[in-house]
T-cell receptor, first 113, second 113 residues
Framework: KAGVTQTPRYLIKTRGQQVTLSCSPISGHRSVSWYQQTPGQGLQFLFE???????NKGNFPGRFSGRQFSNSRSEMNVSTLELGDSALYLCASSAGTGGETQYFGPGTRLLVL | AQSVTQPDIHITVSEGASLELRCNYSYGATPYLFWYVQSPGQGLQLLLK??????LVQGIKGFEAEFKRSQSSFNLRKPSVHWSDAAEYFCAVAKTSYDKVIFGPGTSLSVIP
């Protein structure tokens, strides 16, 4: 089975712009979670989508949003980028039925200038 | 809200020595507990997880962890460390099987040949 894929792998944006990141889960997985990883804050949970519905949400401002499509692929969007949004964005997929293993993608490294 | 602490930011051990990485969580009930490893340039990989039952959990790569309810701890151990174990290790907790996963700050492991 192919693993979790994330595109693009690297991205450079400027303040004020918006960005969309994509995550394709493992085939058959219905849950996709997004995390932000920074040296200062560590790994922080953004949100989780299951069967096209947001099931869990972290403590991020409304500039961070996501969605999931019927094929379980997910996108996250960050509007009005700030310098502090520079981070590695990881997505993880799982079957979504509860307690099973999450499989992480390689991440998208976003640099905001 | 549940939280996870990993008291050791960085640990250095000699190859062949034993290893114990500490993890404490704050949550009243028995949460779902995980240990992940992140090698340089790699995504996160699940080492092991605990939901219930036997408090000593065996994982991949020769790792094990012990859940101690009285101490709110879930420490990771390995009897003999290999140079390839050098990585960042994250303890994580979820309140229920469907809840968001909260990660600790991580412990960076260096292995001396």
């Amino acid at each position: 089975k192919a693993g979790v894929t994330q595109t693009p792998r690297y991205l450079i944006k400027t303040r004020g712009q918006q960005v969309t990141l994509s995550c394709s889960p493992i085939s058959g997985h219905r849950s996709v979670s997004w995390y932000q990883q920074t040296p200062g804050q560590g790994l922080q949970f953004l949100f989780e989508y299951f069967s096209e519905t947001q099931r869990n949400k972290g403590n991020f401002p409304g500039r961070f949003s996501g969605r999931q499509f019927s094929n379980s692929r997910s996108e996250m969007n960050v509007s009005t980028l700030e310098l502090g949004d520079s981070a590695l964005y990881l997505c993880a997929s799982s079957a979504g039925t509860g307690g099973e293993t999450q499989y992480f993608g390689p991440g998208t490294r976003l640099l905001v200038l | 809200a549940q939280s996870v602490t990993q008291p050791d930011i960085h640990i250095t051990v000699s190859e062949g020595a034993s290893l114990e990485l500490r993890c404490n969580y704050s949550y009243g009930a028995t949460p779902y507990l995980f240990w992940y490893v992140q090698s340089p340039g790699q995504g996160l990989q699940l080492l092991l997880k605990y939901f219930s039952g036997d408090t000593l959990v065996q994982g991949i790569k020769g790792f094990e962890a012990e859940f101690k309810r009285s101490q709110s701890s879930f420490n990771l151990r390995k009897p003999s460390v290999h140079w390839s174990d050098a990585a960042e290790y994250f303890c994580a907790v979820a309140k229920t099987s469907y809840d968001k996963v909260i990660f600790g700050p991580g412990t960076s492991l260096s292995v001396i040949p």
